[in-house]
T-cell receptor, first 109, second 116 residues
Framework: QQPVQSPQAVILREGEDAVINCSSS?????VHWYRQKHGEAPVFLMI?????EQKGHDKISASFNEKKQQSSLYLTASQLSYSGTYFC??????????FGTGTRLTVIP | KAGVTQTPRYLIKTRGQQVTLSCSPISGHRSVSWYQQTPGQGLQFLFEYFSETQRNKGNFPGRFSGRQFSNSRSEMNVSTLELGDSALYLC???????????????FGSGTQLSVL
């Protein structure tokens, strides 16, 4: 039930854009996105609910296609502070959130 | 407002021993989830508790168990430790009550368990 994330790792220069994809084999109630910096706890970014909505704040946004059971996280004009591992969490059923293996994003000057 | 607190921060055990990890959720949160994090495997769901009841369980052997107390604090126990149990164990709390879980998780800093 673990969602599949791609790519596994990506290196960007400051100002470049990136897309992280997340797909599930099961129908989903929602998709969550979290970022974990090295040695720290994962921190919530956003939740997307059924309805194909797109959400975002600052230069990080995401979309959710419930028919395809896919979500994408968009990072535009990347900053050094965006570095970390991004996890998508999918909720195929009540009260159990399954996370992908993560995408390691490195932003270099 | 205090965050999610996990103790201890580090643990070193030997194979065959058992271990108990503790998690104190954010005040008011009644849902507590546990995850195992290892390199390459991401965050693996262990179980989720709400008001002292286990609502969901991941695909882990019976050596992994947990419980939640009336004050929402939670413990997880691993018996007969194996080398492969070495991992960072994260606990997360949320307001989540009903279906679906439209509430964000607040994670603790984790307990790093090393099994020798």
């Amino acid at each position: 039930q673990q969602p599949v994330q791609s790519p596994q790792a990506v290196i960007l220069r400051e100002g470049e854009d990136a897309v992280i994809n997340c797909s599930s084999s099961k129908a989903l109630y929602s998709v969550h996105w979290y970022r974990q910096k090295h040695g720290e706890a994962p921190v919530f970014l956003m939740i997307l609910l059924k309805g194909g909505e797109q959400k975002g704040h600052d230069k990080i946004s995401a979309s959710f296609n419930e028919k395809k059971q896919q979500s994408s996280l968009y990072l535009t004009a990347s900053q050094l502070s965006y570095s970390g591992t991004y996890f998508c969490g999918t909720e195929p059923g009540a009260n159990n959130l399954f996370f992908g293996t993560g995408t390691r994003l490195t932003v270099i000057p | 407002k205090a965050g999610v607190t996990q103790t201890p921060r580090y643990l070193i055990k030997t194979r065959g021993q058992q271990v108990t990890l503790s998690c104190s959720p954010i005040s008011g949160h009644r849902s507590v989830s546990w995850y195992q994090q290892t390199p390459g495997q991401g965050l693996q769901f262990l179980f989720e508790y709400f008001s002292e009841t286990q609502r969901n369980k991941g695909n882990f052997p019976g050596r992994f168990s947990g419980r939640q107390f009336s004050n929402s604090r939670s413990e997880m126990n691993v018996s007969t430790l194996e080398l492969g149990d070495s991992a960072l164990y994260l606990c997360a709390s949320s307001w989540a009550e009903g279906l679906p879980t439209n509430e964000k998780l607040f994670f603790g800093s984790g307990t790093q368990l090393s099994v020798l």
